[in-house]
């Protein structure tokens, strides 16, 4: 009997169940209707995409409808999927390439037993931008550094397109602007906009920044190009400094350095160590990667130099993507025992000035017994003799020595 009991039990839920999905069977899920978007001006491809609950569901109670949007990312080159209740959804687009959508009904609810339906067909989208401006003129290579999180700098290549006397310009938006702003400080080469800065006022971290780089020239307006990014990404932190190497004793080497001070956790920082071998004959090398200011490594106890420098970087587990710093200065053990060079004599210039005199004296004494010479030749010899004797001998000796030059007397009749 009680058998019987469970088999009418189950030939009931059975029934029950055929019952539900017959229902649901004869319930047609049709696609949204009047899919479109609307451009939103001056925000770069800003697009609201709306639709309407298809025409067959109107009347329809007891039901949960929602719809599944799906749309072509064209920043990330990927398919968005979302469900929402929502007729509306708002998505940024790169307007240089087409934007697709569609969308899908999904009904649930005591209407269909509790059992989620989703139509078999979707309403598609496809829109074509208009391609303005000349042909192969846009920006090429824009990048954006966001050095020590306190100056962001974004750079640009010309195209070999770009016509002579073509001024570019670089705007950008995000959610909390109005309206697209212009750079506020352009990096020029040459006179040529390559590149915009960003002072004061920092970009908000962990939001959708959209940048369009467009211009105009003598010959027409340049292609624009458009370009996506979250600054939190794009951080190049400052090289480390105060590298140290100490030995403790039980034969290692510990190795420290400090970061500058910045904005985010020495915890979203991570080092790579670069440690050069320098032995007799080669240099071995090879990277360390530590997720901590501080290393500790066997000391070899060859004769070979241990030299190390450190660059740093936003760890991946706090951002998606970030540069490296640059190199830290190098240290090394042992340390090259540097030989102090003899120090040059200084200058005496009391010691110089005495030879300058010296040298002038000499000068002037050669001069004169030049002179002297000279005139002694030009002169008689009575009258040379003469003059040298008035200019050497008292007066009173000078008539005797004359005399005497002169072969009238001998040196016996001079009388002093």
Known sequence: MAAR???????????????????????????????????????????????RSPSSLMNLTNCHLQYQLEYFNTYKNKWEVLRTPQRTYS?????????????????????????????KDYNE?????????????EAKEFICVYYNMENLECSWRRSVKTPAGAQQRLYFWHKSLKQAVECPSYVLSGGVRKG?????????????????????????????????????????A????????????????????????????????????????????????KPIHTESPRLTLPLSSSNERNCFKVRSRVSLHCVDHSFWSDWSH??????????EATPEPELNFASFYIYI???????????????ATVNMMKSPPEKTVDSLIAKLLPKKLRPGVSKIFSGKKTCNDVII
């Open 5 to 51: 009991s469970d088999s009418l039990r189950l030939l009931m839920l059975i029934f029950i169940t055929w019952r539900g999905s017959m229902r649901c069977s004869a319930i047609t899920v049709d696609p949204p209707e009047d899919l479109h978007a609307v451009l939103d001006p001056g925000r770069f491809g800003h697009l609201e995409i709306t639709w």
């Open 91 to 119: 998505a940024q687009f790169d307007l240089s390439k087409d934007v697709q959508a569609r969308v899908f009904t999904i009904l649930n609810g005591a209407c269909t037993n509790n059992t989620m339906i989703k139509s």
């Open 125 to 137: 989208m496809v829109l074509h931008p208009p391609r303005t401006g000349i042909q192969d003129t």
């Open 196 to 236: 915009c800065t960003f002072m004061g006022k920092p970009l908000p971290a962990f939001t959708d920044i959209y940048f369009c780089v467009n211009g105009s020239s003598p010959e027409g307006p340049l292609k624009p190009t458009f370009f996506s990014l979250q600054v939190q990404n794009q951080v190049k």
């Open 238 to 285: 400052s090289a480390p400094d105060k590298l140290s190497l100490q030995t403790s004793s039980d034969k290692q080497l510990e190795l420290r350095w400090e970061n500058p001070a910045w904005k985010l956790s020495v915890q979203c920082l991570e080092w790579e160590v670069r440690h050069h071998r320098v032995g007799a004959e080669k240099i071995h090398s």
């Open 330 to 339: 190098e240290a090394c053990h042992p340390v090259l025992k540097t030989i």
């Open 357 to 371: 005199a010296v040298a002038i004296i000499a000068t002037l004494v050669v001069s004169l017994c030049v002179w």
